[in-house]
T-cell receptor, first 115, second 116 residues
Framework: AQTVTQSQPEMSVQEAETVTLSCTYDTSENNYYLFWYKQPPSRQMILVIRQEAYKQQNATENRFSVNFQKAAKSFSLKISDSQLGDTAMYFCALPTQGGSEKLVFGKGTKLTVNP | EAGVTQFPSHSVIEKGQTVTLRCDPISGHDNLYWYRRVMGKEIKFLLHFVKESKQDESGMPNNRFLAERTGGTYSTLKVQPAELEDSGVYFC??????????????FGPGTRLTVL
């Protein structure tokens, strides 16, 4: 069974600084995708970034980037130049295969950006 | 274009009562998913519709939960009778294609269910 682990329940960072959220996972698949979702307070969950396992290059979306280490099954999210609007719950997710692309989530990391 | 909407945003009921949650996916999205997050735990999959058909309902906790998607548009999730452990946030998500991994699931704001 696929599992996703986020070991940091809460983190905080000062505005303009960089923070890294960790995620480890387990899957028997060789080809898969990994996602980071963000849920701001009282707002909808949105996709932040997607990584394809067969691509060695780490995905980047503006201030958000990942450090993907396939052998270690690690998928951390780096947020550069943190902004107050980055305050949110961050979820790491792994879609399953075999007909239903349901997502398996970690427990989430609550990130607070302080002014 | 409207996003995924869910109604109600919050529901408080007593144990033994019935509650129906509604999800309106993004127009044209064939895939509709229900997830649930119990306080402090992971978001867990409940079921997946493709149009009006249940593709995967392996995450439904028990037969007190009934999901429908008549006509392949909006979906309802009924809990009858509700138990204390059903409390949590129920998320709905929709997506357009069936291309593995590249298809983004768009989430609704969730319905917070509190069973007293």
């Amino acid at each position: 069974a696929q599992t996703v682990t986020q070991s940091q329940p809460e983190m905080s960072v000062q505005e303009a600084e960089t923070v890294t959220l960790s995620c480890t996972y387990d899957t028997s698949e060789n080809n898969y995708y990994l996602f980071w979702y963000k849920q701001p307070p009282s707002r909808q969950m949105i996709l932040v970034i997607r990584q394809e396992a067969y691509k060695q290059q780490n995905a980047t979306e503006n201030r958000f980037s990942v450090n993907f280490q396939k052998a270690a099954k690690s998928f951390s999210l780096k947020i550069s130049d943190s902004q107050l609007g980055d305050t949110a719950m961050y979820f790491c997710a792994l879609p399953t295969q075999g007909g239903s692309e349901k997502l398996v989530f970690g427990k989430g990391t609550k990130l607070t950006v302080n002014p | 274009e409207a996003g995924v909407t869910q109604f109600p945003s919050h529901s408080v009921i007593e144990k033994g009562q019935t509650v129906t949650l509604r999800c309106d996916p993004i127009s044209g999205h064939d895939n509709l998913y229900w997830y649930r997050r119990v306080m402090g735990k992971e978001i867990k999959f409940l079921l997946h519709f493709v149009k009006e058909s249940k593709q995967d309902e392996s995450g439904m906790p028990n037969n007190r939960f009934l999901a429908e998607r008549t006509g392949g548009t909006y979906s309802t999730l009924k809990v009858q009778p509700a138990e204390l452990e059903d409390s949590g946030v129920y998320f709905c998500a929709s997506s357009q294609f069936r291309s593995f991994g590249t298809d983004t699931q768009y989430f609704g704001p969730g319905t917070r269910l509190t069973v007293l």
